[in-house]
């Protein structure tokens, strides 16, 4: 794995090395080398990193309240990431707590999930 993948990305080079080339999906090594490096298409790392890295922003409507399912249905966040990441902090406070599901305005999930860290783990 080259330092050419991590500068085309902008990630660290153990970034790719320990998380992203661990992926299932990762394409497999062209049949020649440069010295001790693996070479990759990078056309097929490209389609790789926008079906697993790169997050799309969800199109939320800034003023619409969503619960937990309905965030994990639009962006692929789980409700139980959504109930661990409140329980660390790293989620805020519910924007409605009248019914039984808290809901969140829109607004409030673009402005985390804008914070979030890219694909961390395997799918």
């Given at each position: 794995?080259?330092?050419?993948?991590a500068?085309?990305?902008g990630?660290?080079?153990p970034?790719?090395?320990?998380?992203?080339?661990?992926?299932?999906e990762?394409?497999?090594?062209?049949?020649?080398?440069?010295?001790k490096?693996?070479?990759?298409?990078?056309?097929?790392?490209?389609?790789?990193?926008?079906?697993?890295?790169?997050?799309?922003?969800?199109?939320?409507?800034?003023r619409?309240?969503y619960?937990?399912?309905?965030?994990?249905?639009l962006?692929g966040i789980t409700?139980?990431?959504?109930?661990?990441d409140?329980?660390?902090?790293?989620?805020?406070?519910?924007?409605?707590?009248?019914?039984?599901?808290?809901?969140?305005?829109g607004?409030?999930v673009?402005g985390?999930?804008?914070g979030?860290r890219?694909?961390?783990?395997?799918?």
């Amino acid at each position: 794995m080259g330092p050419e993948i991590a500068a085309r990305h902008g990630r660290a080079e153990p970034t790719i090395r320990n998380q992203w080339a661990r992926h299932p999906e990762w394409p497999a090594p062209l049949p020649s080398q440069r010295g001790k490096f693996l070479l990759f298409d990078p056309a097929a790392v490209g389609r790789f990193v926008a079906a697993n890295v790169d997050r799309q922003a969800a199109d939320l409507e800034p003023r619409r309240l969503y619960t937990a399912r309905e965030i994990e249905t639009l962006t692929g966040i789980t409700a139980a990431t959504i109930r661990a990441d409140r329980s660390k902090g790293r989620w805020p406070a519910a924007d409605d707590t009248t019914g039984r599901a808290h809901r969140w305005y829109g607004a409030t999930v673009t402005g985390v999930l804008a914070g979030r860290r890219p694909y961390r783990g395997r799918k």
